[in-house]
């Protein structure tokens, strides 16, 4: 059958529904994943998937698939998607597929794929493409299918490691996801008073969109966190992979801050240790690291890059802006904004002072947020190699994704990215004066590549 081949992205495959995905996709795809996991010995298959409209659905359809290439399925049901990452990690499962639209609007969904404790990217996911052109789906016995509910068992494993010393008050905002179902439970067995907003779960997210990074989508979490006093805020995107946080003052938390937060942390008791974070984070984040006896690493964005890069390097810790958390401190390395909260509250809760004053002794500087560029994706990466070279010859550069400049005073980062059509541009500097030249000689070069390559 003919499958649209722009589903099969560098991190995931994910479409529209009804327009690229639809229950006879969907079992072509359980049939080409069951043969990719087999053909590498791998038959016993954990399924989960989110709470979107169309989830159930491609979950028998993925189901019937997956059993009729002869892997045997052990079903966990609508849950967050780091659920099915502990059931492969605790469990010991083969393999695992998490349906999920993720961050993304609700017309959309996709699927995760893990092979043993190995996130499938890149061209492992262009092998499953090809299986289905090829058409070389054969069948065998159907696989079993087994039904768990790993929710419970996840709860008692958070909670046997996470000890606040004293209540907090959080308010939760899950964006009508999968994450709020669980984290309310855990928080408030933790001690936290917690005022919950919109963690019933609706696939059709009606009060906004499920994405922490979006200012937009954080409002009423911050409003909420002012009106009641609450020592933090605490948002989900739609599978509770990524977090978003707010503190007492109602202001935003980055990734790359939070990465700090936890990194202080983990160094006290682990000095030495790795942390590893994406060529978007801030150069105080890097600074701050070393000055405490870490191990800075700088590595490319994406969340399987980012897991790949952890076992690499044995590293304790990594994040990115997005919200990605990853521990390998008292946890298995993988992305959890659950587990990520309830670090966050047993750090907090065991300092003196407010979140909102744990970051002010950090360097002051003047940043941009992620400045999104159209490139098509036939000249994304001839534009930056374009920047690149122009950059080289001016100032020092780093180059494991796209180009990070190094000015005296600040840097700025171009780069590609790998699931839009789109340049990510993003600038720092020690003054707003520094942060304004730095762009503007920057935007310039990108704006003439762009002419060049006839964009």
Not at 33 to 59: E, H
Not at 98 to 122: A, Q, V, W
Not at 186 to 212: K, Q, S, W, Y
Not at 334 to 354: C, M, N, P, T
Request: proline share 5%.
């Amino acid at each position: 059958m003919t499958i649209n081949p722009s589903i099969f992205r560098e991190y995931d495959i994910r479409g529209i529904v009804d327009q690229d995905l639809n229950p006879v996709v969907v079992r072509t795809l359980g049939l080409a994943l069951g043969v990719y996991f087999r053909r590498r010995d791998k038959r016993q298959i954990a399924l989960g998937y989110d709470c979107r409209l169309s989830s159930p659905a491609y979950a028998e359809a993925l189901t019937e698939g997956l059993r009729a290439s002869g892997c045997s399925v052990v079903s966990i049901g609508t849950v967050p998607t780091p659920l099915l990452y502990f059931m492969v990690f605790h469990r010991g499962i083969e393999a695992g597929v998490m349906i999920t639209g993720s961050h993304n609007p609700p017309e959309y969904n996709g699927f995760k794929m893990m092979c043993g404790r190995d996130t499938l990217y890149g061209e492992d996911i262009q092998d499953v493409r090809r299986l289905i052109e090829a058409g070389d789906l054969p069948t065998d016995a159907p696989g079993g299918l087994t039904r768990v509910d790993i929710v419970p068992e996840y709860t008692a494993y958070v909670l046997g490691l996470i000890k606040p010393v004293r209540p907090l008050s959080v308010v939760i905002d899950a964006g009508n996801g999968t994450g709020g179902v669980v984290a309310g439970p855990i928080l408030r067995a933790l001690g936290c008073r917690v005022t919950e907003l919109f963690c019933d779960m609706d696939g059709r997210f009606p009060n906004h969109h499920p994405d922490p990074t979006l200012p937009d989508a954080m409002t009423a979490l911050i409003k909420t966190v002012r009106e009641t006093g609450a020592d933090l805020g605490i948002a989900f995107d739609g599978d509770a992979d990524r977090i978003g946080v707010v503190d007492d003052a109602g202001r935003l938390l980055w990734g790359d801050q939070l990465l700090i937060l936890f990194a202080r942390d983990i160094l006290k008791d682990h000095p030495g240790a790795a942390v590893i974070s994406e060529v978007k984070a801030t150069q105080v984040l890097y600074d701050e690291i070393a000055r405490r006896g870490g191990r800075p690493i700088m590595w490319k964005t994406g969340h399987s890059l980012i897991k790949k890069k952890i076992k690499e390097e044995k590293a304790l810790l990594a994040g990115e802006m997005s919200g990605h958390l990853f521990f390998a401190d008292r946890w298995y390395g993988f992305d959890d904004a659950i587990y990520a909260a309830a670090r966050l509250v047993e750090l907090v809760a065991k300092s003196d002072q407010k979140v909102s004053t744990m970051l002010a002794d950090l360097p002051k500087t003047f940043s941009t947020p992620e400045i999104r560029v159209y490139a098509s994706d036939e000249v994304k990466f001839k534009i930056v190699d374009e920047v690149k070279a122009a950059l080289k010859a001016r100032v020092p550069i780093i180059d494991i994704d796209g180009v990070r400049a190094r000015y005296p005073r600040g840097w700025a980062l171009v780069r590609a990215s790998n699931t839009q059509a789109v340049l990510v541009l993003r600038f720092e500097a020690e003054t707003a004066a520094d942060l304004e030249s730095i762009q503007a000689e920057v935007k310039g070069l990108v704006t003439a590549a762009i002419h060049k390559l006839g964009q």
